[in-house]
T-cell receptor, first 113, second 111 residues
Framework: NAGVTQTPKFQVLKTGQSMTLQCAQD?????MYWYRQDPGMGLRLIYY???????DKGEVPNGYNVSRLNKREFSLRLESAAPSQTSVYFC????????????FGPGTRLTVL | QKEVEQNSGPLSVPEGAIASLNCTYS??????FFWYRQYSGKSPELIMS????GDKEDGRFTAQLNKASQYVSLLIRDSQPSDSATYLC???????????FGQGTELSVKP
């Protein structure tokens, strides 16, 4: 099992460009999450999908959109990238429910110039 | 006040010592508590979860939870240089499922 995979691993964008970060899991998990991690800030939830067909905003959703394409895949889109979106982005998945463990992908390091 | 607070450190301990990492949370309705370890440049990995008041031990790791004081801690016994990492405390929100993370405590274990 690959677990949670993310593409790309690294990306450099210019201000105003758009891109989509891809995430896939092969653990048959119901819930999927997108986080960003900035120095000294811990992990902050951008969007999550509790189950296929549903998405909800997290703590820092502005400037992002998501799509739960199917049970396996959850993508994060930046429509018009800004330097403030320079960060490391992690996708995670879990079975669902309050006690379950979230498993993280390897991350995407994004720089917006 | 942040919902989940940790000392950012760095916390430095000698090899073989006990490392004590602390976390407080603000939501009294929180039900589940997790400790993740994150090596530099890597993704977080779960090392402990705890749901009830008291202690939970797993090898060299002990998680302690006190819901009345809204406090959760992680003790690492016989610390090793390989334990050097950032430790993230995470708590489920009252809505369930969503994790709220602290900012992490950097631990350095000196040989």
């Amino acid at each position: 099992n690959a677990g949670v995979t993310q593409t790309p691993k690294f990306q450099v964008l210019k201000t105003g460009q758009s891109m989509t970060l891809q995430c896939a899991q092969d653990m048959n998990h119901n819930s999927m999450y997108w986080y960003r991690q900035d120095p000294g800030m811990g992990l902050r939830l951008i969007y999550y999908s509790a189950s296929e067909g549903t998405t909800d905003k997290g703590e820092v959703p502005n400037g992002y959109n998501v799509s739960r394409l199917n049970k396996r895949e959850f993508s994060l889109r930046l429509e018009s990238a800004a330097p403030s979106q320079t960060s490391v982005y992690f996708c995670a998945s879990s079975e669902g429910g309050g006690r379950d463990t979230q498993y993280f992908g390897p991350g995407t390091r994004l720089t917006v110039l | 006040q942040k919902e989940v607070e940790q000392n950012s450190g760095p916390l430095s301990v000698p090899e073989g010592a006990i490392a004590s990492l602390n976390c407080t949370y603000s939501d009294r309705g929180s039900q589940s508590f997790f400790w993740y370890r994150q090596y530099s440049g890597k993704s977080p990995e779960l090392i402990m979860s705890i749901y009830s008041n008291g202690d939970k031990e797993d090898g060299r790791f002990t998680a302690q939870l006190n819901k009345a004081s809204q406090y959760v801690s992680l003790l690492i016994r016989d610390s090793q240089p390989s334990d050097s990492a950032t430790y993230l405390c995470a708590v489920t929100s009252y809505q369930g499922g969503k994790l709220i993370f602290g900012q992490g405590t950097e631990l350095s274990v000196k040989p």
